[in-house]
Every structure is written in C-alpha cells, then in structure tokens.
Nanobody, 116 residues
Framework: QVQLVESGGGLVQAGGSLRLSCAAS????????LNWYRQARGKERELVAGITSAGSSTNYADSVKGRFTISRDNAKNTVYLQMNSLKPEDTAVYYC?????????WGQGTQVTVSS
C-alpha cells in the first residue's frame, strides 16, 4: 500500500534551518508529483511547495518563496523540503502529499517548531 513517511522536524531557533524528508513506498514514485503541506494549530492546512514527477518544475507559497526549496531523488523514492531562515510563523505540522486520480495520500506529519 502507499506509504509516505516524513522525518526531520524538530525545534529550531528563528533564523535556523531544517531539512524535511518524505520517504515513499507502494507506488511508482517517479511518476507522481509530490507536495508539502503544513497545518498550524487552529488554522487550515495550506500548500507549502510542490514538485513535478521529474523534478523539472516547482512551485511555492508566497510566504516561503526564497527561503524553502523542494527537491526529490527518484532513485531513493524521497522528496525533501529544505527550510532556511525559519520564522516563528513557520511553526506547524508538515505533511507530504500525493494523489493518484481520485485517491489522496498523506503522511503522518512531522512537527516543526520555530522559537523566537
């Protein structure tokens, strides 16, 4: 079955960096676009970044442009989110996401906490 397992979250001071990873299994990873979403407490889940199947195109939320970078390694079935210049407002649970037609797949999430 499809599995998405995030890792790399933690507590970091403002201005610091973290790299999140999402290890995928159960599907042909190289054929699917992947996205990172986040959900802060009391807020709706929002799209952070996306990357096409071959990694040739990416997109970002305005709030993270210039600070976050999404990438993927299709040989390792893994997608990454490099987060630099972190701000307290980046505090959230970060989720990996993909879809196959009508089917939607989410990871369990990884907590990122940025202290001021």
């Amino acid at each position: 079955q499809v599995q998405l397992v995030e890792s790399g979250g933690g507590l970091v001071q403002a201005g610091g960096s973290l790299r999140l990873s999402c290890a995928a299994s159960g599907f042909t990873f190289s054929s699917y676009a992947l996205n990172w979403y986040r959900q802060a407490r009391g807020k709706e889940r929002e799209l952070v970044a996306g990357i096409t199947s071959a990694g040739s195109s990416t997109n970002y939320a305005d709030s993270v442009k210039g600070r976050f970078t999404i990438s993927r390694d299709n040989a390792k079935n893994t997608v990454y989110l490099q987060m630099n210049s972190l701000k307290p407002e980046d505090t959230a649970v970060y989720y990996c996401y993909t879809k196959n037609g009508r089917l939607r797949y989410w990871g369990q999430g990884t907590q990122v906490t940025v202290s001021s």
